[in-house]
């Protein structure tokens, strides 16, 4: 049982030790004290984490400031269905929302804090990190909610923002969509690398299902490292300007320092992977 879940997961023997102990309840020992509070912790943010991507999820579907997002998903074009698998959300406006939410439900705004969802702001009060953005949860390959993305709708900047490194989330050691995507990359033997999350959820809505990005950041040894567990063979598809061609040669090299095959896309200029798809259709991008 183990060996299977080692190799259908492409993980080590402790991580299905794990994985097989949290489905069936069992509760594995701790050996030293500083592990188990690291683990408590840990397990604490997964469910804070997760608690808030329902909470955005709900404010996405049901809450009338959020029509503008829901406008704007509709043209992009994104099916229910997939805003649902993607778990996208809505941040209001209010500086405490979710931080009300959660203390209501009796999570101490420690924990709240230390898994990232709220700031210390100069007046020394703690304010929602994330407000009137479109929410994309990010997740690991065990399909556990780490953190969170978000996009503005207007002009302000940063366009995006990402939740900052907690017990859980380390940003250059995960990439985005690789939990939906994993088993479909072992089938086709092959990962196609974007840069953005719409990227992602355009390519998996259009079938691209084998699609996963960098969570905006440029390539690191542990997100290939961790793609080398489901394949050897990558094609770079990343947005045809200046800056994604810079990512694209600093990904290539580290890619090849691994011993992974590696292809690169070109796209029309002007064009990202989720506009193109949407223009020409999967079939166009695939060809």
Request: aromatic residues 12%; hydrophobic residues 40%; glycine residues 8%.
């Amino acid at each position: 049982m183990f060996n299977f879940v080692k190799e259908h997961e492409k993980i080590d023997f402790i991580d299905a030790v794990k994985m097989l102990a949290e489905k069936s309840g069992v509760r594995l020992p701790e050996y030293r004290k500083e592990n188990a509070e690291d683990s408590s912790l840990a397990g604490a943010v997964y469910g804070i984490n997760d608690i808030a991507a329902n909470f955005y999820g709900d404010a996405l579907s049901k809450s009338a400031a959020a029509s503008d997002i829901r406008r704007y998903i509709e043209k992009r074009g994104i099916e229910d269905a997939v805003v649902k698998k993607f778990r996208l959300g809505y941040a209001d406006n209010s500086w405490k929302s979710l931080m009300d939410y959660l203390t209501q439900r009796g999570i101490k705004q420690d924990l709240i804090l230390k898994a990232g969802l709220i700031f210390k702001g100069k007046d020394s009060a703690f304010y929602d990190l994330f407000r009137n953005r479109l929410v994309f949860p990010i997740f690991d390959v065990r399909n556990r909610v780490l953190g969170f993305g978000a996009r503005v709708m207007d002009d302000t900047m940063p366009k995006y923002i990402n939740s900052p490194e907690t017990a859980v989330y380390k940003k250059g050691q995960h990439l985005y969509g690789l939990n939906f995507a994993k088993a479909c990359i072992k089938e086709k033997g092959f990962a196609v690398i974007t840069e953005g999350y719409l990227d992602v959820i355009t390519s998996h809505q259009y079938g691209i299902n084998n699609a996963i990005s960098s969570l905006g950041t440029a390539l690191t040894l542990e997100q290939i490292r961790l793609l080398k567990r489901y394949t050897h063979n990558v094609v770079m598809i990343y947005d045809a300007d200046q800056a994604g061609e810079m990512a694209t040669f600093r990904g290539l090299d580290l890619f090849l320092e691994e011993g992974m095959n590696v292809k690169i896309a070109c796209l029309e200029k002007g064009h990202d992977p989720d506009s193109f798809i949407r223009k020409y259709g999967p079939r166009g991008f695939e060809t």
